[in-house]
């Protein structure tokens, strides 16, 4: 189907960006319409220099980059329509970078590098990161099949001062197109996964989710059954200047075949804002659901390890500006983990609202790493960023 802007029809409004398709907040969105059918286009660009200093048994180094921040680049494309009752939508979104590991500057890295020793990988290359559609109607919920953001740990990392920044940059320094924020210390990655999910209507403040994901081979030789995924979520407004949210979650997998073991997470999470100020509180449980200190799930080279954590937040604004305060830990145990391993970290950061477009960012942030399965000889880093990004 081709779509043409009418006379009139192509206009800017306040709508929702490449945050706001990630349940964020507004931006400002570039809208064709013909008939029954909006093609909405958004997207986000960001672009940071870091200075990281990392010290492991008394020895320092440091680094500098200049980088994405937690989130990488992103274009939506959002078609909308509503036939014979049913409210459809579909989502495209890719997710570029601005960074590329080559050696020589001005050329890129070698397409069909894959890894081979003293070859450069595609860092650049572009993430798909959305592509489904969903369909549904106010009486009976929301049906939505494809690509998209996972149900566990996804409350929590929209709630990340730190998304619209860099946060801290272990395991994710140059060349990769994104940072970690708070990733691995405080929650896990909820990350963008394949899925057929199902949303309720929401009734008095409450709505839940839940469905069926792509299964991870990550124990065990066989994946017969897919994982699942769930979550309540209950919103609330006390006059005109308070707000809340309370959440749980649950993620489930299990896998068959030799030295197969299942794997559950759960999670609960709070948010209230008292005028200009905000807080939320967070906190998880996890066994085999995969290293939490790395903060990706089902990566598990030491077998059934047990993970949790939690993660504090405030904010405040003053006028365009806002300042925020977050800490938090994640730990793993058992497993083939002979110790308890322990990563947190702590961020100070500053948001200014330069325009309805424009965002600038500086922030200070602090981890350390201990437990000698995952940080031989400790490690404690701290890196100072200034940036800043954008939404269309």
């Known amino acids: 189907?081709?779509?043409?802007?009418?006379?009139?029809?192509?206009?800017?409004?306040?709508?929702?960006?490449?945050?706001?398709?990630?349940?964020?907040?507004?931006?400002?969105?570039?809208?064709?319409?013909?008939?029954?059918?909006?093609?909405?286009?958004?997207?986000?660009?960001?672009?940071?220099?870091?200075?990281?200093?990392?010290?492991?048994?008394?020895?320092?180094?440091?680094?500098?980059?200049?980088?994405?921040?937690?989130?990488?680049?992103?274009?939506?494309?959002?078609?909308?329509?509503?036939?014979?009752?049913?409210?459809?939508?579909?989502?495209?979104?890719?997710?570029?970078?601005?960074?590329?590991?080559?050696?020589?500057?001005?050329?890129?890295?070698?397409?069909?590098?894959?890894?081979?020793?003293?070859?450069?990988?595609?860092?650049?290359?572009?993430?798909?990161?959305?592509?489904?559609?969903?369909?549904?109607?106010?009486?009976?919920?929301?049906?939505?099949?494809?690509?998209?953001?996972?149900?566990?740990?996804?409350?929590?990392?929209?709630?990340?001062?730190?998304?619209?920044?860099?946060?801290?940059?272990?395991?994710?320094?140059?060349?990769?197109?994104?940072?970690?924020?708070?990733?691995?210390?405080?929650?896990?990655?909820?990350?963008?996964?394949?899925?057929?999910?199902?949303?309720?209507?929401?009734?008095?403040?409450?709505?839940?989710?839940?469905?069926?994901?792509?299964?991870?081979?990550?124990?065990?030789?066989?994946?017969?059954?897919?994982g699942f995924q769930a979550m309540l979520n209950y919103d609330w407004k006390a006059g005109a200047s308070t707000t809340g949210s309370l959440w749980a979650g649950y993620v489930h997998q299990g896998t068959s075949g030799d030295g197969s073991f299942d794997a559950n997470g759960y999670e609960l999470g709070a948010k209230i804002g008292i005028g200009n100020f905000e807080a939320v509180a967070y906190g998880f449980d996890a066994k085999g659901l995969g290293l939490s200190t790395v903060g990706a799930l089902y990566f598990s080279p030491f077998e059934k390890t047990k993970g949790k954590g939690y993660f504090v937040q405030g904010t405040y604004k003053f006028g365009k500006t806002k300042v925020g305060l977050n800490y938090g830990e994640n730990r793993d145990s058992s497993g083939l983990l002979t110790e308890t391993n322990k990563f947190r970290s702590a961020t100070l950061g500053v948001y200014h609202s330069l325009n309805k477009y424009i965002t600038l960012v500086a922030e200070y942030n602090r981890e350390k790493g201990t437990g000698a399965d995952i940080f031989p000889g400790d490690l404690k880093t701290r890196t100072i960023s200034l940036g800043g990004i954008l939404f269309f």
Not at 91 to 103: E, L
Not at 150 to 170: A, H, V
């Open 1 to 226: 189907m081709t779509i043409r802007a009418k006379s009139g029809v192509l206009k800017r409004t306040a709508m929702a960006g490449a945050l706001c398709a990630l349940g964020l907040g507004q931006a400002h969105a570039v809208s064709f319409s013909q008939g029954d059918s909006t093609i909405d286009i958004n997207g986000t660009i960001n672009g940071f220099y870091s200075s990281r200093t990392q010290e492991v048994d008394g020895v320092k180094t440091r680094e500098s980059a200049l980088t994405n921040g937690l989130l990488p680049g992103w274009i939506n494309f959002v078609f909308t329509t509503k036939v014979e009752g049913l409210d459809i939508k579909a989502h495209v979104g890719f997710a570029p970078g601005i960074n590329d590991k080559s050696d020589v500057v001005g050329l890129p890295t070698n397409p069909g590098c894959g890894g081979a020793s003293g070859c450069d990988s595609p860092f650049s290359q572009i993430d798909t990161r959305n592509l489904y559609f969903q369909f549904g109607a106010p009486d009976w919920g929301t049906v939505k099949l494809g690509r998209d953001i996972g149900l566990f740990g996804q409350k929590i990392i929209l709630s990340d001062m730190t998304l619209l920044g860099l946060g801290g940059n272990s395991y994710a320094a140059t060349p990769f197109n994104t940072t970690f924020g708070m990733i691995g210390h405080g929650y896990m990655y909820t990350g963008f996964q394949p899925q057929i999910t199902y949303t309720t209507p929401t009734m008095g403040g409450f709505s839940a989710s839940a469905g069926i994901f792509d299964p991870n081979k990550f124990a065990g030789d066989e994946t017969k059954d897919p």
